[in-house]
């Protein structure tokens, strides 16, 4: 069983700041890839960030310079610090991370079950 815990979601006033987090837990033998993607109300699910075990990250451009990835590997959890919110950024925000089980061969992705972050003066 694998589990991921998100927090650090909430209400912020445009340009503040906010850091999420997601920790995964239970019987891990790897992970690789993890990230973060956000949902606005009747829009797609897309893609704000990434980050490999090694640190290469990859950025969506409406969030560079602004949002920083990052992640913790001995405590298995990917951080998403945002800076300079703006409205648009309001959405339900879920991590996503490539997990091999202790009894798999397969790298597996796995969501968090989301945060919401809105944006709002």
């Known amino acids: 069983q694998v589990q991921l815990v998100e927090s650090g979601g909430g209400l912020v006033q445009p340009g503040g700041s906010l850091r999420l987090s997601c920790a995964a837990s239970?019987?891990?033998?790897?992970?690789?890839?993890m990230g973060w993607y956000r949902q606005a109300p009747g829009k797609q699910r897309e893609l704000v960030a990434s980050i490999t075990n090694n640190g290469n990250t990859n950025y969506a451009d409406f969030v560079k310079g602004r949002f920083t990835i990052s992640r913790v590997n001995a405590n298995s959890t990917v951080y998403l610090q945002m800076n300079s919110l703006k409205p648009e950024d309001t959405a339900v925000y879920y991590c996503?991370?490539?997990?091999?089980?202790?009894?798999?061969?397969?790298?597996?992705?796995?969501w968090g079950q989301g945060t919401q972050v809105t944006v709002s003066s």
């Open positions: 996503n991370v490539g997990i091999r089980g202790m009894s798999s061969w397969a790298t597996t992705p796995y």
């Open positions: 239970g019987k891990i033998f790897s992970i690789s890839v």
